[in-house]
């Protein structure tokens, strides 16, 4: 059974697309299609013509990472594309550089003004926290406060203590997913994708291997071989003001980054939809 030649497609669409001024000075000329020229693509990738054609039709299927590369930076493909064109080739996208921390505008408007009247955190995608909104803040407490090493969720976790031999302003929150095993195992499942994706982030490495050290519980986990993403679950708040509320935990991953948006958003029961609310109040 013949099978769709997804590669092809991607490469003939996204040659197409290309302006040809963009191949260099030599593409001038009467053109009778929109585009790249296959000449002018195979010039520019260092590849054969013959072997375009053979891969825009689909005879040629296994392309080596070397050839999707070149294309890919021919092309001038943005990553997200890059990656896909890995993938239709069926090879592994390349490794990133260092997990992102930079909050792109149009996140920060999702957190702070289309969220904002509910708790939501900004974390990179090795769990370190690296924005939050005044609902978070109030509901959840200030990050700055928190005591987890480089403000990073595993490594809170999976610290000693709980933070109730702290000053007893400090203390808040009391963190209830301390000993839940079920999302310390998820959220290891997902630092693993990341430390496979980013193997030369020297604070990501530092991270686990610290942890690996110092936390038997952790080094249980990242050792069972568990990989993939952290979608949520249900949690209680310990609020000093309003009292327990059970918020539900939801993750968003903005498209185009590596960011996890972490939300708290309320079920049908009135008592926290209330109590939510009453905290909502406090930062208008």
Known sequence: MATTNHFGMALRGWRERMPPQDSGPEAGGERRIPGLRREELARSAGISVDYVVLLEQGRARNPSAQVVAALARALRLDPTERDHLFRCAQ????????????????????VHQQLGGIPAGVFAADWTIVGWNRMWTAAIGDPRAYGWDGRNLVAGMFQSGDGRDRDPVAAWPV?????????????????????AAHPHDERLASLVEGLLRSNRRFARLWCNGTAGPYVGDRKTIEHPLVGDVALDVEVLMPAGTDLRVVTYVTSAEATDVEKLAALHATVL
């Open 91 to 110: 090879l592994a996208p390349p490794s990133a550089g260092n997990v992102a921390r930079h909050i792109p505008v149009n996140v920060r408007r999702l």
């Open 175 to 195: 963190w209830s997913w301390k000993g839940d095993e079920a999302q310390e195992e998820d959220l290891v499942a997902d630092l693993r994708v990341t430390a």
